[in-house]
């Protein structure tokens, strides 16, 4: 498979994390994650095998292709940064043993 079309897979697996994100859906959110840390590696190997092909130049389109994939790729990863954020925090607060959304108790 091509670095190009793993970039489109990635890209369509990222979006669908989105929706898992503001879903709060963090079953399917870290299902779709492993799928694409799965095809990042694939990407990693892919790139090695083809070192002997590395000076062949990408076209303006391939390369204008990749540039908006990985573009939107970055974009996805923020807006579920986003959504999970918040979450963990909770989580950190609450496995620290702080939590804010209750009264803290005192001898007032």
């Known amino acids: ?26 079953d399917r ?11 990042r590696d694939r990407l990693g190997v892919e790139d090695a095998l083809n070192l002997p092909n590395r000076n062949r130049r990408l076209s303006d389109d391939e390369r204008q292709q ?13 807006e579920v940064r986003v959504h999970t954020q918040p979450w963990l925090d909770n989580v950190r607060q609450l ?9 803290p108790s005192g001898d007032a």
């Open 1 to 26: 498979m091509s670095s190009l079309a793993l970039l489109k897979e990635m890209s369509q697996y990222s979006h669908q994390m989105v929706d898992a994100a503001r879903a709060n859906d963090w």
């Open 95 to 103: 496995l620290s043993g702080r939590r804010t959304d209750t009264p």
């Open 66 to 78: 990749r540039v908006k994939l990985i573009n939107r790729i970055l974009d996805d990863d923020k």
């Open 29 to 39: 959110l870290s299902r779709l994650e492993r799928q694409v840390a799965s095809l």
